[in-house]
């Protein structure tokens, strides 16, 4: 069976996510639908609260999502926001963004998932029942082996008014111990040969990751981390039997399962680069310095081009970025910088390895 060309990155949306998505290609851009994660207002650690109200860190979603991802599909998990989280007029929050989202005619699809609390399907269920455009429905390894996953399944879509070929899968393993590769493979396999809702579901996809939580253990200069989820993926499909039905493929882009919610005066991380090449990550990584930390970054970005596995400047907008910096006609810029080059550039990097591997 084909395998699918689409690409589900894992955004956890901020500044140099949705700026990624933007300055993407059209071409690739038709083949990405991004899984967003909505999220909370920071925490200030000083004042010992958030600080924002939940009303305005959500009220400039819809908005960017309009401006860098507009006319194309996004799957929207509000899994980040505290549950007991309402607008100030009382509404889920969930229910909120999609308000907002169809009054500007965007494409988005809700997440959800089977231990998701009863308001929260409930904002689901209203929003299947407007919008029409079915769910995802997120799970984890260790879910879709037990053996009532397809009743319980069964059981949340028709609740949620959802037919179950408007549910799109979203087979999330996170960081999983990817060694030995053959008896994962042999577990995923069994998943997706279970039949039922696996068959006929919208779409299938599995998700997974292999970057670090922290890049402390790195060397300073240039190292290379290994794509393991992309290698699964690869061994995966090729394992499958036909005429079993082949997953998409997703990832968390250049980010880690668990992400920094610590106090950010305390948290601060080295100059880095990271560049997605075959099978693998380039990092480039500087020593912090007390002040001027980007004075690093043209000196990163001169080591990722000579590393002999620089795609070139028309490659993707986030290695233009690269060679401009390094040459500086660009900005040495700031983290959020730094975030829309990789992502960009891995996102582009994946629907090209994505479009090789299935031929299309």
């Not at 549910?167 to 997706?192: C, E, H, M, R």
């Not at 599995?206 to 240039?222: E, I």
């Amino acid at each position: 069976m084909a395998i699918p060309n689409y690409y589900v990155p894992l955004l956890r949306w901020r500044a140099g996510e949705y700026r990624a998505l933007k300055r993407l290609s059209d071409a690739c851009r038709d083949r990405t639908v991004p899984l967003i994660e909505v999220l909370p207002p920071d925490y200030d650690f000083a004042l010992r609260q958030p600080k924002k109200h939940i009303d305005e860190q959500l009220k400039p979603f819809a908005k960017q999502v309009e401006d860098h991802w507009p006319n194309r599909p996004a799957l929207i998990d509000a899994v980040q926001i505290d549950p007991p989280s309402r607008m100030g007029d009382g509404r889920h929050p969930l229910t909120f963004i999609f308000d907002e989202a169809r009054a500007k005619g965007l494409d988005l699809v809700p997440v959800t998932a089977l231990d998701r609390d009863v308001t929260y399907q409930q904002s689901v269920q209203g929003i299947v029942a407007t919008s029409g455009r079915g769910i995802g429905l997120r799970c984890g390894l260790d879910e879709a082996l037990d053996p009532d996953f397809e009743a319980n399944v069964r059981a949340l879509i028709a609740q949620l008014g959802c037919p179950e070929n408007g549910v799109d899968i979203l087979l999330d393993l996170g960081n999983p111990k990817f060694d030995p590769q053959d008896p994962l493979i042999a577990i995923i396999t069994s998943v997706l040969s279970s039949g039922g809702i696996f068959a006929s579901a919208r779409s299938v996809t599995v998700l997974a990751t292999s970057f670090p939580d922290s890049l402390m253990s790195l060397q300073y200069g240039l190292d290379v981390l290994p794509r393991r989820e992309w290698m699964l993926y690869k061994a995966l499909v090729a394992a499958l039997p036909d005429p079993l039905r082949r997953p998409g493929f997703g990832d968390y882009a250049v980010a880690a399962v668990e992400f920094a919610k610590g106090d950010m005066r305390f948290m601060r991380g080295s100059p880095n680069v990271r560049y997605a090449i075959d099978d693998a990550w380039l990092i480039a990584k500087a020593k912090r310095q007390k002040s001027n930390n980007n004075h690093a970054y043209p000196g990163l970005c001169g080591a990722i081009i000579a590393s002999g596995s620089f795609a070139g400047t028309a490659f993707s907008e986030g290695s233009k970025y690269v060679d401009g910096c390094r040459l500086g006609s660009e900005k040495m810029g700031n983290p959020t910088t730094w975030k829309w080059v990789a992502t960009n550039h891995h996102i582009t990097k994946v629907v090209a390895d994505l479009a090789r591997l299935s031929g299309t």
